[in-house]
Structure formats: structure tokens, C-alpha cells
């Protein structure tokens, strides 16, 4: 039985990275991505925030406007398309490589199945 759970868990658990570009690039992300999120936490917001609108008003008559549920729908649909095609590009490559493909393409899905058909739940 350990055997058997030990091989599940090698199957599911990610190697190290092969080359030291791939090293570099996931040590570049970490880093923007804690700069980001530390940004947020003191205040310094982007552009865009979920939780503030940073935008000053001479940025705002510039910008294009969209409806969110355009805006949201143009977001996730490439992220559903990449998904949903990474099944045809890379048909048998293993349990881990279909359980990831299945987690992004249902994650996008149901984000746009949500933004798409909002309104025949929402009142």
C-alpha cells in the first residue's frame, strides 16, 4: 500500500526546473508578484485593483469602457481556449499534465459560464 501511494505522489509532485532559465524566470515571477502584493497591502495600488479605483480623473476620459461582463469574458476566454487546446497539443502526458489541464479548463469555464449567464440568476 505505501508503494502504491508513494508512486501516486511522485506522479503528482513537481520536478525541479531542468535549465537555470526556467530557475531564473520562476524566481522573476516570486519576485514582481510579492513586489505586487506588497504594493497593494501599503496602499500603492495599480491601475487596475479590485479593491480600489486608482485611476485619477484625466486617466478615466481616456480609457476605454467596457462593460465588466465584456471586459471579463475577453480576460477569461483565452485562458479557457489554452486549456481546452492544450488537450488536442499534448494528448498523453501523464496524470499530473491532465489533472493541471482539467483544473484550468473548468476554473475558465466556470468563470465564464458565470460572467455569460449572470443575469438569468442575478435580480
Not at 526546473?17 to 504594493?39: D, E, H, I, K, R
Amino acid at each position: 500500500m505505501a508503494t502504491v501511494m508513494s508512486s501516486v505522489l511522485l506522479k503528482l509532485v513537481f520536478p525541479p526546473p531542468a535549465s537555470a532559465v526556467v530557475s531564473a524566470v520562476m524566481v522573476g515571477s516570486f519576485l514582481v508578484l510579492t513586489y505586487c502584493g506588497v504594493s497593494e497591502m501599503i496602499g500603492k495600488h495599480l491601475n487596475y485593483s479590485k479593491f480600489w479605483n486608482a485611476a485619477t480623473e484625466k486617466q478615466k476620459n481616456k480609457n476605454i469602457k467596457l462593460s465588466s461582463r465584456v471586459g471579463m469574458v475577453l480576460l477569461y476566454g483565452p485562458g479557457f481556449l489554452a486549456g481546452a487546446a492544450s488537450f488536442w497539443l499534448y494528448p498523453n502526458e501523464g496524470l499530473r499534465s491532465t489533472l493541471l489541464n482539467s483544473a484550468v479548463t473548468l476554473h475558465y469555464f466556470k468563470r465564464l459560464f458565470e460572467d455569460i449567464y449572470s443575469n438569468f440568476y442575478i435580480k
